[in-house]
């Protein structure tokens, strides 16, 4: 069982950054995929960013490419996600996930909640204008 915590959300203006964690539990954290997805009330939870198990193989969603940078320290099982230019329709519930199966992940398998195995509880971004 892994359990993932995320922290780092809060309230921000336009135009700011945060930097998301995800806390990882268990002693094979170097061996997960690692997303992060985000989630508006009424809406589909859609994908934002994945990392491949020593962070070679990134994927990033278009709305998000080049403001969004994820990343990982396996020595501290720890997610990150920095976020900066940050747009109103960036805010969200923010969740990081995991994808044990030790497989490589294409983009097109990376971004699809059925990848993973593991969630967070989510931590709230809001943007303001």
């Known amino acids: 069982q892994v359990q993932l915590v995320e922290s780092g959300g809060g309230l921000v203006q336009a135009g700011g950054s945060l930097r998301l964690s995800c806390a990882a539990s268990g002693r094979t954290f170097s061996s997960y995929v690692m997303g992060w997805f985000r989630q508006v009330p009424g809406k589909e939870r859609e994908f934002v960013a994945s990392?491949?198990?020593?962070?070679?193989?990134?994927y990033y969603a278009e709305s998000v490419k080049g403001r969004f940078t994820i990343s990982r320290d396996n020595a501290k099982n720890t997610l990150f996600l920095q976020m900066i230019s940050l747009k109103p329709e960036d805010t969200a519930v923010y969740y990081c996930a995991a994808d044990p199966s030790g497989y490589f992940r294409t983009f097109a398998q990376a971004m699809k909640l059925t990848a993973y195995t593991y969630w967070g509880q989510g931590t709230q971004v809001t943007v303001s204008s």
């Open positions: 990392i491949s198990w020593r962070g070679g193989t990134l």
